[in-house]
């Protein structure tokens, strides 16, 4: 009995397994298959999916060739099956309708429906492939393009809607090799007028591909250097001039480091930016307004994935991205004065900040030298890059980067902390000696004041005399954790914000004894920070309140408060009166400054950067306006040439109505 009760229990395992050999796969696992051998890129496994009949009349090479150039040539990183319906038509055939699922890295996600047809062969469900099974009302001579459409790029403006940079009209000169009658002189003359190299423009025109009625582009140049050379340029035989769409930047070169400019991409910014549609050749915004604001300004990038007859014909469109314009840009900066700043600065290296006290609005930021930024934009050749190389740090934005001790133009701001501290009287008077020392431990060490006339000092004429020993005996009265807690609602040690990276001022808590300490009261030492930053100090005697805004480069926002100095209304007020003796007494060292009818108060300054080079600083401030020049130089360089710098933009803003 046992042994019929196994036999039996034998014979059902061999019907299950016979039944389970002669199980045949479900079409739609032979559908998933072959989509996932297709977002894997596993052409030739989803080729022996096929049916022979199908292999037979498509080749393996040219069904892989298709589908590694068309999921290439869109992006294609994802391709999933959604839905599958099986409708059986005989016992070897069936009809399967199934959706897809796309992603890419150029359109949206998209979906596209299917009809299929699998044949049952040896067991296996195999598909009747056609080039419908890509894209549906895909044929063998149709093809599959990705159009990509880059949208304007948006403009940056003035607060007068004045373009800074926009697009603009250019021109690029080419060569026809078939029209050149002297070679050489074609050469020289072009190498001259191009800034370029005679072997590289030959080498341009003489490439394999080029025919002799071709036109061959050689560079681009400006529409105003165009005008300025065009007969020049006219008289080369065998030169041909196009007019083109390109960047144009319509600001002085001091204004260079703010705006920015366009540049070619590079193979490393290529890697970050292509999935944002980005591409070999393209250009995108390299520093300045334009690297920061990239996003806004270069808008998105569309794409369109098509299918086209022999004829060229649209068939269908199968996905789509709409382009996006880029935004514009409106500043707060004020070309007209902002060329007045770049005039006056001519080939002086240095700074000029104006900005509005009430607002924190930036009206002009100069940076001299600097660049224009249409050679980059059109494409710099050696021989310009090479020129702007022996130029003094001409891409360093001296407005916003450069860290300078602030020499005496830091004394209104000793003179506020001794008063919050309580440890100066105003009125109080003493004769400072020539050279100075607080204890006979500074050894050989003394604080060195100027010349001035004889006799006792109290805070106005130590201010309008610029007196050093003064303020610093008022910063080791005030003492190295009062004037370190000053400095920090100063801003020292704290980022600025500001929609450009700004250097952070400092003061070095570490090494602050008493001689660094009292140097620091008149602005050397460690104490360093940039003119804009000063500017902003500045805003303080206008402003009244003690606040210190947040410095605005875009137009339209609302004014912010930065920093609550501490200082008192009535304490700002009394400095205030100070500095308005500093430059309106007919002795003050800025007494320069002191132009008719605008009321003008500051102070100057001259620190030292090295044992050869130093800086001139004047700032200053009249009605809502606040005005800092720091000029670079040697030893020779001193706040009076600041001063002069000042007036110029002054009594030109004025001239010119600005103020």
Known sequence: MAIKKNLLCLLILLMLFAFSCDKTPAPEETIEQFIQCWEKAAYEEAYQLLTAKAREEYPWELFCKRYENISTGIGLTGVTVKEITVEVEADDQVEVRYLLEFTTNTVPQFEQEYKAVLHKDDGKWLLAWNHELIFPGLKENYTVRLTREVPPRGSIYDR???????????????????????????????????EMSEEAIKNAYSQSWVQPEMYVPIKK???????EKKEQFLAIKGVMIQQKQARVYNCPSSLAQTIGYIAEISAEQLEEKRALGYRAGDFLGVTGLEEVFEAELAGTIGFRISIYDENN??????????????KDIKTTLDISLQQIADKSLAEKV???????????EVLSLSSNPGFDS????????????????QLNSPFLNRSLAALLPPGSTFKPFTALMALAAGVVDPNESWDTPKQWQADPSWGGYYVTRVDRPAGAVNLEKAMVYSDNVYFADLSLKIGSEGFLQFAEKLGFNQQLP????????????????????ADSGYG??????????????????????????????????????????SFTAEQITQVDAVLKAAVQSPDAVAARGNLPGLNIK?????????????IGWYACYFADYVLVVALEGDRNMTSQQAIEVANQIIQAGVDNGRF
């Open 221 to 227: 140049i400006s529409e105003d250097y165009w005008q």
């Open 374 to 389: 249409n050679l980059f934009a059109l494409g710099i050749t050696s021989a310009q890059y090479e020129r702007l190389g």
């Open 350 to 360: 240095g700074a000029a900040v104006l900005l509005q006290a009430s607002t924190g």
């Open 498 to 517: 500001f929609v450009l990276k700004t250097a952070v001022a400092k003061i070095d808590k570490d090494s602050l004894n008493d001689t660094m300490l």
């Open 160 to 194: 007068n809607n004045i373009a800074l940079a926009n697009t603009g009209q250019i021109r690029e000169i080419g060569v026809v090799p078939g029209k050149i009658v002297d070679e050489k002189k074609l050469l020289q003359d072009l190498a001259k007028l191009l």
């Open 313 to 326: 014909q649209l068939v269908r469109e199968v996905a789509t991205k709409e382009a996006v314009p880029g």
């Open 524 to 565: 050397q030492a460690q104490l360093q920070l940039t003119p804009l930053h000063l500017a902003l100090l500045f805003s303080l005697f206008p402003r009244e309140d003690g606040t210190i805004p947040v410095p605005q480069l875009l137009s339209g926002q609302e004014p912010e408060v930065w920093l609550e100095s």
């Open 602 to 614: 500051g102070k100057t300054g001259t620190a030292e950067i090295s044992a050869s080079r130093q």
